[in-house]
C-alpha cells in the first residue's frame, strides 16, 4: 500500500521556517509566522472545496499556505503580505515551489497592505493566521462583505488563532459560524488553538463546509 505523500518544505521546494517580526512601528502588525503543516494537513480533513474556488491568504508571509493550499487543493491562490523582507522570500519561495511542480494552478502574489486590497469577485475562501490587530481585520472583512454585495456568492473565512476576531464575527459581520476545530496538538505554542471556519449564504449558492 503506498504511503500518503509527507507534504513539507523540502516537498514543495521552499523555506518557511522563518518568524518574521515587524518591529515597534507597525504595532497593528504581528510577527510572520507559519501555520504548521500537521495542521494545515489536519484542517484539509474539514474543508471541501471545489475547482472553481480561489483562496486568499492575508498576511501570507513566506508563502506555506499558499503553496501547500495549491498543491494540495489544485487551486488558485492569493496571497497579500506587504513587509519588504517578507516579501523578498515569499517571491523567492513561490519561485522555487513552480520549479519543483511546474503544472500547478497560479500563485498570485500582491505587495500591498491587507485593508488596501481590492478584494476579487471570483475569490470565496479567506485565510487569516493572526496577521494583524482587530482593526485591520475589521477593514479587511468589511471590503470581504462589499465586495460580496456587489458580486453574490458563498464565502469562507478560515480564522486560525482567531481570538481576537471571535466576537466581531459573531456579532457585527455578516458571517455566521458554521465550525469550529479544535485542533489536537501537544505543541506548547499552539495546543490552545482553534480553527473557525464561517460562511456567508449569498445569491443561490450552495454552503460546503
Given at each position: 500500500?503506498?504511503?500518503?505523500?509527507?507534504?513539507?518544505?523540502?516537498?514543495?521546494?521552499?523555506?518557511?521556517?522563518?518568524?518574521?517580526?515587524?518591529g515597534s512601528e507597525q504595532p497593528q502588525h504581528?510577527?510572520?509566522?507559519?501555520?504548521?503543516?500537521?495542521?494545515?494537513?489536519?484542517?484539509?480533513?474539514?474543508?471541501?472545496?471545489?475547482?472553481?474556488?480561489?483562496?486568499?491568504?492575508?498576511?501570507?508571509?513566506?508563502?506555506?499556505?499558499?503553496?501547500?493550499?495549491?498543491?494540495?487543493?489544485?487551486?488558485?491562490?492569493?496571497?497579500?503580505?506587504?513587509?519588504?523582507?517578507?516579501?523578498?522570500?515569499?517571491?523567492?519561495?513561490?519561485?522555487?515551489?513552480?520549479?519543483?511542480?511546474?503544472?500547478?494552478?497560479?500563485?498570485?502574489?500582491?505587495?500591498?497592505?491587507?485593508?488596501?486590497?481590492?478584494?476579487?469577485?471570483?475569490?470565496?475562501?479567506?485565510?487569516?493566521?493572526n496577521p494583524f490587530a482587530l482593526p485591520?481585520?475589521?477593514?479587511?472583512?468589511?471590503?470581504?462583505?462589499?465586495?460580496?454585495?456587489?458580486?453574490?456568492?458563498?464565502?469562507?473565512?478560515?480564522?486560525?488563532?482567531?481570538?481576537?476576531?471571535?466576537?466581531?464575527?459573531?456579532?457585527?459581520?455578516?458571517?455566521?459560524?458554521?465550525?469550529?476545530?479544535?485542533?489536537?496538538?501537544?505543541?506548547?505554542?499552539?495546543?490552545?488553538?482553534?480553527?473557525?471556519?464561517?460562511?456567508?449564504?449569498?445569491?443561490?449558492?450552495?454552503?460546503?463546509?
Open positions: 500500500m503506498d504511503q500518503p505523500l509527507e507534504i513539507d518544505d523540502q516537498f514543495l521546494n521552499i523555506q518557511t521556517q522563518s518568524i518574521i517580526y515587524w504581528y510577527e510572520s509566522e507559519p501555520t504548521s503543516y500537521s495542521i494545515l494537513q489536519y484542517l484539509l480533513d474539514y474543508l471541501t472545496v471545489s475547482s472553481q474556488d480561489v483562496l486568499v491568504d492575508f498576511g501570507c508571509g513566506t508563502g506555506r499556505v499558499l503553496c501547500f493550499m495549491n498543491y494540495q487543493l489544485n487551486l488558485v491562490v492569493r496571497g497579500v503580505e506587504s513587509h519588504p523582507t517578507t516579501l523578498k522570500l515569499l517571491k523567492q519561495n513561490t519561485s522555487d515551489y513552480f520549479k519543483a511542480h511546474p503544472n500547478q494552478p497560479p500563485i498570485e502574489l500582491y505587495p500591498v497592505s491587507a485593508q488596501d486590497y481590492s478584494v476579487q469577485a471570483d475569490e470565496t475562501l479567506y485565510y487569516f493566521f485591520i481585520f475589521k477593514q479587511v472583512v468589511r471590503n470581504i462583505e462589499k465586495s460580496i454585495e456587489q458580486f453574490p456568492r458563498t464565502v469562507r473565512l478560515i480564522c486560525y488563532y482567531p481570538y481576537h476576531f471571535k466576537k466581531f464575527l459573531e456579532t457585527e459581520s455578516i458571517f455566521e459560524p458554521v465550525q469550529e476545530i479544535t485542533v489536537p496538538t501537544g505543541d506548547w505554542t499552539d495546543y490552545f488553538i482553534i480553527c473557525l471556519l464561517y460562511t456567508s449564504d449569498a445569491a443561490d449558492d450552495s454552503l460546503r463546509v
